[in-house]
């Protein structure tokens, strides 16, 4: 099969992560980040008549891109309630889910979004443009031990300290409200051959607090392990560490900490296990669609626990 493109968002690991969840033609399958559809498209592809997909999207300019299939049903909600809005739709349990977590192509390439280091506008990076909270808000409301837990903990930032200061220094004499004035701040503090990662490590930090992103996930993961019937699959894709390092933990042990317990014979009882190895984008789908290069996509199957 050919790789998937659309003008909204190129699918990343297209076929690797629909094929991680071993369809069955009529079964229950979520997509819980519906974006330009393409991964949704894919697995109706592969669903029959009495198949059912549902998919989840929070971001206004995605609803316009809906499937006209009578087996499909276009949520507009942040995936984090995704039991509940299930549960509306007379849904208990399900046979897979998929999530392509981050931010997709729209978003980093509409300017006016926030999003992207290449663009100057407003400072928004919402992912829900009904949201209250806004990359302006956070740069410019919050305390400086907020702002440096963002920096370090969201953004892994050595600079983390210093760029808080200059931050809170700039926004006493005036608003920082756009891209060119916050990367002019980050300016001293950045070397000119890694400005472009550190600048990434920067927005993501910020991006990551608008949307509560981590707090979503483990939400999420943890809503996975309650709506996947027995033999039910998870395929998750990732794009850096923060992600990543949960949804491995939790596909391994159904934990973000810690170890789960074990019984007197020295068992541990665990909600999924592991299917395949970890899988990442071949140096063609690079070539193609250079935003697939930080991609990992893990497959877990649920278990009896």
Do not use: W
């Not at 009529?26 to 008549?49: A, C, M, N, Q």
């Not at 070397?191 to 979503?216: G, M, S, T, W, Y």
């Not at 395949?276 to 991609?295: D, F, M, T």
Request: charged share 30%.
């Amino acid at each position: 099969m050919t790789q998937q493109t659309t003008s909204y968002h190129n699918p990343v690991l297209l076929q690797e992560s629909v094929d991680g969840l071993a369809i069955d033609p009529s079964g229950i399958y979520v997509d819980v980040t519906y974006g330009g559809g393409g991964h949704s498209r894919e697995i109706l592809s592969r669903l029959g008549p009495d198949g059912r997909l549902f998919s989840f999207d929070q971001d206004r300019d995605a609803l316009k891109n809906v499937i006209e299939d009578d087996r499909f049903t276009l949520i507009d909600q942040n995936f984090r309630f995704m039991k509940r809005f299930l549960r509306l739709h007379g849904v208990k349990e399900i046979d897979g889910i998929l999530a392509d977590l981050g931010v997709s192509s729209h978003q980093f390439d509409i300017p006016d979004r926030g999003f992207s280091t290449r663009f100057d506008a407003r400072l928004d990076m919402r992912m829900n443009q009904e949201n209250e909270l806004d990359a302006v808000t956070v740069v410019n409301d919050y305390s400086e031990d907020d702002l440096n837990r963002i920096f370090k903990e969201y953004g892994e930032l050595r600079i983390a300290p210093k760029l808080t200061r200059a931050i809170l220094q700039h926004r006493a004499d005036a608003k920082i409200e756009t891209v060119a004035q916050l990367k002019k701040i980050c300016a001293p503090f950045v070397p000119e051959r890694i400005q472009h990662k550190i600048l990434a490590q920067v927005f993501q930090a910020i991006r990551i607090e608008v949307n509560h992103e981590l707090d979503v996930l483990h939400e999420f993961l943890v809503q996975s392990r309650d709506l996947l019937k027995v033999g039910g699959r998870l395929s998750v894709i990732s794009y850096h560490s923060l992600e990543d390092r949960p949804v491995k933990r939790f596909m391994r042990n159904g934990l973000f900490q810690g170890e789960p317990e074990k019984d007197i014979y020295g068992r541990a009882s665990v909600p999924f296990k592991k299917v395949g190895k970890l899988i990442v984008p071949s140096a063609q789908e690079i070539k193609v669609n250079n935003r697939a290069r930080s991609a990992k996509l893990r497959i877990a199957q649920r278990i009896e626990d």
